[in-house]
């Protein structure tokens, strides 16, 4: 499905944002690719300057880079800020847990349990979009639960700046391997080990983080 497609009239920049971000994360705006706002703005339906207002939000989270008078890009893969982005992610997610396991309950765990289920069908049957999205399902339930809304928005802004390396390297061993990682997070939240929940949780962002490395594009040259 092609995210540049026209949106509706409503909350133009924030319509324009999601498109341009999802674009980026999904590669169909390629790291390093110059990108207009007019022929942005043609491609959604939109005027320029929702687009432009959207871009700039997307500069400051990193996805795009402006040089002045010269272009505007999509930013490249560069393992350092992968790996940056990946240890706040992790960071977060072990806040989650901690906070989160005493408080689920059946439903939270019955969730968990589905996902990881979609999920591992999703790897087996190479679907990309589904496993990423089974697999923010699973995570969901953990950050939802532990109520802190600050963690949310911080996984929100920075897991873009992953998900590429995450839809890059789909298939690897980590990728499969993430189905048991996963199972061994859902039992310890069924069994109210916190501890045990935030070990396995540091080490599912953790393989981010080594990731990182694999993923990085060539040098810039412009």
């Known amino acids: 499905m092609d995210a540049l497609r026209p949106v509706g009239r409503t909350l133009l920049r924030d319509r324009a944002y999601e498109a341009l ?5 999904r590669g169909e705006l390629a790291p390093g ?7 942005l703005a043609a491609r959604l ?4 300057a929702p687009v432009r207002e959207a871009l700039a939000r997307l500069g400051d989270e990193g996805l795009v880079e402006t040089k002045p008078q010269s272009y505007t890009r999509v930013t490249r893969l560069v393992s350092r800020v992968v790996r940056d982005a990946a240890s706040v992610v ?9 906070t989160a396991v005493p408080l689920l309950g059946p ?10 289920e979609r999920f591992a069908a999703a790897v087996r049957s190479a679907d990309v979009e589904a496993a990423l999205r089974a697999d923010d399902e699973l995570h969901d339930v953990l950050v939802g639960a532990s109520g802190n809304h600050a963690v949310a928005a911080t996984i929100d802004r920075y897991t873009p700046l992953i998900r ?10 980590g990728s499969c391997g993430s189905t048991e990682l996963h199972a061994r997070l ?4 069924e069994a109210g ?7 396995v949780t540091t080490e599912i962002w953790r393989a981010l983080e080594e990731l990182a490395d694999e993923a990085t594009d060539p040098p810039d040259r412009l």
């Open 193 to 199: 080990d916190t501890e045990e929940a935030v070990r």
């Open 164 to 173: 590429r390396v995450e839809r890059r390297l789909f298939g690897d061993a």
């Open 90 to 98: 992790r960071v977060m997610h072990e806040l989650a847990a901690r």
């Open 186 to 189: 859902i039992d310890a939240c």
């Open 21 to 25: 971000r999802e674009a980026i994360v």
């Open 45 to 48: 339906g939109l005027s320029r």
């Open 33 to 39: 690719s110059v990108v207009k706002d007019a022929e």
């Open 107 to 116: 439903e939270g765990i019955r969730a968990m349990r589905e996902a990881n």
